[in-house]
């Protein structure tokens, strides 16, 4: 199946720092990838859709300030946490779609202190 | 957007029994529903999908059944064996956005 990397796999931080997490779809190209957060034994939930070329669509609740989104190119989307702060630790999990179907990252461990 | 609501939240069933998941959505848009195994510690993996132009899909043990009308999808694994304990999601997808149930932690017991 296809493959989808995510770097880091953990990161801890400063609060009011930023914090950048790649997502690359390694063997196939993308036009479409997916940021979720996944609090610990709960489900993942969408943030928002990251389109090449285009600006990102947040769902409802998401600061798009907050967290930045950015796919520059069909294999690497970015997302950066700005200002984190300690209700930003989660894991954060991203997914790429290729013929309707969607391979997940295996996911970033994110604290904030 | 979409809602998607999932039954029971932790199922412990006996090696060799069924194991039946439910989830309800309320998007009529939704056309694909996917189903995902998630290990401790790892990403999701598709296991089984449907989508709404079918009823019901099997592979091998596993399979999922679709009422559009009622807006419901099952799981159902049969024969479970110990390697099936994990927390599995479904999904509803109403075009190029995936929301998740909250998930059922299934524990077989050897």
């Known amino acids: 199946g296809a493959v989808v990397s995510q770097h880091p796999s953990r990161v801890i931080c400063k609060s009011g720092t930023s914090v950048k997490i790649e997502c690359r779809s390694l063997?196939?190209?993308?036009?479409?990838m997916f940021w979720y957060r996944q609090f610990p034994k709960q489900s993942l939930m969408l943030m928002a859709t990251?389109?090449?070329?285009?600006?990102?669509?947040?769902e409802q609740g998401v600061e798009k300030d907050k967290f930045l989104i950015n796919h520059a190119s069909l294999t690497l989307s970015t997302l950066t946490v700005t200002s984190a702060h300690p209700e930003d630790s989660s894991f954060y999990i991203c997914?790429?779609?290729?013929?309707?179907?969607?391979?997940f990252g295996p996911g970033t461990r994110l604290t904030v202190l | 957007g979409e809602n998607v609501e999932q039954h029971p939240s932790t199922l412990s069933v006996q090696e060799g029994d069924s194991a039946v998941i439910k989830c309800t959505y309320s998007d009529s848009a939704s056309n694909y529903f996917p189903w995902y195994k998630q290990e401790l510690g790892k990403r999701p993996q598709l296991i089984i999908d449907i989508r709404s132009n079918v009823g019901e899909k099997k592979d091998q043990r596993i399979a999922v059944t679709l009422n559009k009308t009622a807006k419901h999808f099952s799981l159902h694994i049969t024969e479970t064996q110990p390697e099936d304990s994990a927390v599995y999601f479904c999904a509803a997808s109403p075009g190029n956005q995936f929301y998740f149930g909250t998930g059922t932690s299934l524990t077989v017991i050897p």
């Open positions: 997914s790429a779609l290729t013929s309707g179907e969607q391979f």
């Open positions: 990251s389109n090449e070329g285009s600006k990102a669509t947040y």
């Open positions: 063997d196939f190209q993308a036009t479409t």
